[in-house]
């Protein structure tokens, strides 16, 4: 392993619109936990979201996934992208559709704010799509100095429909 010498709770959000968003993160959830650095804790249920920012496209499939790691910020970051570019991310419009993002949104008590990566993720607090599933699976967790529950109740989440209320749906079968 490497990295940190102790684990970090992280919580990853992932999402996709293109080809077939369920077993992409089914996938890049499984690549996770199958690194040394990474264990996956609890993931939400699946929810289909309407498209945020750019509103023309697809709506989303979008999930949230509680790891334990002791990888740095930045490794993670780097895995995360290396399972994006694995299973054919091409990053062609910010906002615009993708067969899988990863994104980190909180690594333990971390503040980064560099060229490559902003922890806590800078717009979580706005995304219902974000929120709605971390609620989910981290219904205690303070963002922000309020509770989540208390970020959320600002939102519209009338068009955000949960699909998959199983918190196994990403793992292999064989495994269940």
Known sequence: MTGLNR????FLGLGGNLGQPEPTMAAALRALDANP?????RVSSIYRTPP????NQPD??????EVWTDLDPHALLSLCL???RVLKRERRERWGPRLVDIDILIFGDAVISDNTLQVPHPQMLMRAFVLVPLAEIAPDLVLDGQPIKKHLA?????KIERLKP???WWED???R
């Open 7 to 10: 684990k970090t709770r992280a």
């Open 37 to 41: 650095g990474v264990e996956v804790e």
């Open 52 to 55: 945020w920012g750019q509103t």
């Open 60 to 65: 989303f499939l979008n999930a949230v996934a």
């Open 82 to 84: 290396e399972i994006e």
């Open 154 to 158: 600002r939102l519209d989440t009338a």
């Open 166 to 168: 199983e918190s196994w």
């Open 173 to 175: 079968p064989i495994r």
